[in-house]
C-alpha cells in the first residue's frame, strides 16, 4: 500500500513534548519528511533526509523512524508550533508523491 | 532567494480547461525537477504531478492521468500545469514545489525543498 496514516489532532501542553507518527508500508523501505503548514500558507519543510532541519527551524525539532513507523517529536512545544503537520515519503522509484493525511497540533 | 510564484487559478466550469503556471526564481531552474501538489479545501496535501529536468519524463497521479498534462519553459524559468475535464473534484489549491535531489554519505535523497504560495482552482457552474 503506498497510505501514510496520521492521527489527526493531536495536543500539548505549552513546553510539553509531543510525537507525531506516521505509518505506511513504504517507511520500510523509504524515508519520512517532515512539513508544517500554517492556515492560509504553503507548507514549509521542517525535517529533510530522515532527521535534518532546514536553516531556521528550531532545534527542538527532531524526527525517528522504525519499521513502518516515522515520527516527528518536538521537545518544548512553542505557542507557534500550532499547525499542521505533514509527513511525505517516496515511492519505489524515489518519486516524493506521498503524504499522510496530516495530524492538527493544538498548543495549549 | 528561492522564489516560486503560482498563477493561472480562477473559476471554471466542470468539463472546462485550465492552464496554471510557475514561475521560479533564485536558482538556477534548469536543474530541478519540479512537482505539483494540491490541497482541496480543508484536506490534505495530494501530489499531483512531476516533470523531470530533462523534460521526457513526467508522472502523474492516477486521479488526474490523462487529463492533466506538465511541461516546463527553461527559457522562462516556468512550469505549466495544463488542466482538462475539470470537476469539482479537481478544486483546491495548487501549490508548485521543488525537487531537491542529492547524494550524501548516506544516501540519496530528494526534497520538496521549497514551495510557491499556491494559487486557487474551483470548479463550479
Known amino acids: 500500500s503506498s497510505e501514510l496514516t496520521q492521527d489527526p489532532a493531536v495536543s500539548v501542553a505549552l513546553g510539553q513534548t509531543v510525537r507525531i507518527t506516521c505509518r505506511g508500508d513504504s517507511l520500510r523501505t523509504s524515508y519520512a519528511s517532515w512539513f508544517r503548514q500554517k492556515p492560509g500558507q504553503a507548507p514549509v519543510l521542517v525535517i529533510y533526509?530522515?532527521?535534518n532541519r532546514p536553516s531556521g527551524v528550531p532545534d527542538r525539532f527532531s524526527a525517528s523512524s522504525s519499521g513502518n513507523t516515522a515520527s516527528l517529536t518536538i521537545i518544548g512545544a512553542q505557542a507557534e508550533d500550532e499547525a499542521d503537520y505533514y509527513c511525505n515519503s517516496r515511492d519505489s522509484s524515489g518519486n516524493p508523491r506521498l503524504f499522510g493525511g496530516g495530524t492538527k497540533l493544538t498548543v495549549l | 532567494q528561492v522564489q516560486l510564484v503560482e498563477s493561472g487559478g480562477g473559476v471554471v466550469q466542470p468539463g472546462g480547461s485550465l492552464r496554471l503556471s510557475c514561475t521560479a526564481s533564485g536558482f538556477s531552474f534548469t536543474t530541478y525537477a519540479m512537482h505539483w501538489v494540491r490541497q482541496a479545501p480543508g484536506k490534505g496535501l495530494e501530489w499531483v504531478a512531476v516533470?523531470?529536468?530533462?523534460?521526457?519524463?513526467?508522472r502523474f497521479a492516477d486521479s488526474v492521468k490523462g487529463r492533466f498534462t506538465i511541461s516546463r519553459d527553461d527559457s522562462k524559468n516556468t512550469v505549466y500545469l495544463q488542466m482538462n475535464s475539470l470537476t469539482a473534484e479537481d478544486t483546491a489549491v495548487y501549490f508548485c514545489?521543488?525537487?531537491?535531489?542529492?547524494?550524501?554519505?548516506?544516501?540519496?535523497?530528494?526534497?520538496?525543498?521549497?514551495w510557491g504560495q499556491g494559487t486557487l482552482v474551483t470548479v463550479s457552474s
Open positions: 516533470i523531470w529536468n530533462n523534460v521526457s519524463d513526467k
Open positions: 514545489a521543488r525537487d531537491l535531489d542529492y547524494y550524501d554519505d548516506t544516501g540519496y535523497y530528494r526534497e520538496l525543498d521549497y
Open positions: 533526509a530522515k532527521n
